[in-house]
């Protein structure tokens, strides 16, 4: 959530920054129309306040002079009786200026380069050399058939669900456990999140009101399945005030995320890239403002290692303003070879929400003499399953899968043969 003093302060700068993300500026200006409407009204409670209270003193000399007070009386609850309607008044202001706050887009840092859609976006490195193409490989979905099961996944559950057997499943959650191992490796927390979260955790990570059509909701206990462990994660510490000198936290979480992939009815319909339901290891920090970006840096090293360590060719690139997700201030998308599609696809997106969340969350930093909100940071540490189909591509010979060096402690074995 944006700050409603610096949006008072300078509207306009927030308009620009809108514009720039391709989102509309029309809840900067209601947001500006609300609060002048709302300092007149508190502008004349306040008055009205100072006015009862110069005549509730007045009482107490009358009485002792002799006067009737019974006027003074009925005029300060009269005024009572204002000021109770008056403050009712700015309780639904603030109300409608916070639900429209909720419906804005973080602003962008000014390293983030300006941009329409993922065209701008801007390749910052590239890692490892793809040495396989669509024409050398068979895409995953056809291979290991009685490992992966799809048929069974929409006879269980519908579209966009899938059953793994024995390798292919072992597989999987070997991927899973290396990737939280390599987490705690770099001073990560690993943390067991509930899958079920109330509402104030959803809106406190980002999530709602912008995503409540992309989330699994049950409505008579008012909880959501989490379409991410950041939203957990993040939460943690909602409606503290953490010590600066603990900073930065740093958590990690294997769980199951559930999305309805209501905007992406089309896309990657065959395989496992697009999941109803899919695993992710999660990376989450807290920080002291003037550190964040330099632990973004920090969290996007910290998921290419993954891939390195996997031997995955992998391209980082900076995302443009226009491609941007809502809560990020700032992101990074690491994109992983896939053979059968001759195309790097996102593997991770890592993201420096500033004080975005924090705000919302109401998660502060003790200073010497103050506090203050921290900086949110999140990424994918990674995303289990397209890892999984990376794994299943690059790693495929004629006669089966050669599992990387790094898996094959957990796995027990050097391949999975066809």
Request: glycine share 6%; charged share 30%; with cysteine.
């Amino acid at each position: 959530m944006l700050d409603l003093k610096a949006i008072r302060a300078d509207a306009g700068s927030f308009k620009e920054a809108l514009r720039k993300r391709n989102a509309p500026i029309a809840p900067i200006e209601e947001i500006v129309q609300l609060d002048a409407e709302w300092r007149a009204l508190k502008g004349e409670a306040d008055g009205l306040k100072s006015e009862r209270n110069r005549l509730s003193e007045s009482i107490s000399a009358a009485k002792k002079a002799g006067q009737d007070v019974r006027e003074i009386i009925a005029r300060t609850g009269a005024l009572s009786a204002k000021i109770k309607m008056h403050d009712a008044e700015l309780d639904v202001f603030e109300e409608k200026m916070k639900a429209v706050l909720l419906t804005v887009p973080n602003m962008p840092h000014e390293s983030v380069p300006a941009g329409k859609d993922e065209k701008d976006n801007v390749e910052v490195r590239r890692w490892g050399k793809p040495d396989k193409t669509r024409e050398q490989v068979r895409p995953h979905y056809e291979i290991l058939g009685k490992l992966i099961d799809f048929e069974r996944g929409v006879k269980l559950s519908g579209s966009r669900f899938t059953v793994l057997y024995g390798d292919v499943a072992r597989l999987q959650r070997a991927i899973g456990q290396f990737m939280l191992d390599n987490a705690a490796s770099h001073g990560y927390t690993e943390v067991s999140v509930p899958l079920l979260v109330g509402t104030a955790a959803m809106s406190g990570a980002g999530q709602l009101p912008k995503f409540a059509a992309e989330a699994y909701h049950e409505e008579e206990s008012d909880l959501w399945m989490i379409p991410t462990s950041e939203v957990p994660l993040v939460n943690l510490h909602a409606g503290e005030v953490l010590d600066e000198k603990c900073l930065p936290l740093r958590y990690c979480a294997l769980s199951p995320c559930f999305r309805k992939e209501a905007g992406n009815y089309q896309k990657d319909i065959k395989g496992l890239i697009r999941q109803h339901q899919f695993e992710k290891v999660e990376l989450v920090k807290f920080a002291a403002p003037e550190k964040s970006f330099i632990e973004l840096e920090g969290l996007v090293a910290d998921a290419e290692d993954v891939l390195k360590k996997l031997g995955l060719p992998y391209r980082t690139v900076l995302l443009c303003t226009g491609d941007m997700g809502f809560a990020s201030a700032k992101t990074y998308d690491i994109e992983v070879w896939l053979p059968s599609q001759d195309a790097y696809r996102e593997i991770s997106s890592c993201s420096d929400c500033a004080d975005f969340q924090a705000r919302r969350a109401d998660i502060k930093m003790r200073r010497e003499n103050r506090n203050e909100f921290v900086h949110t940071l999140n990424g994918s540490g990674l995303a289990v399953g397209r890892t999984l189909v990376a794994i299943l591509e690059n790693c495929q010979d004629e006669n089966g899968i050669a599992i990387p060096k790094a898996l094959q402690d957990y796995m027990k074995c050097e391949r999975i043969e066809f």
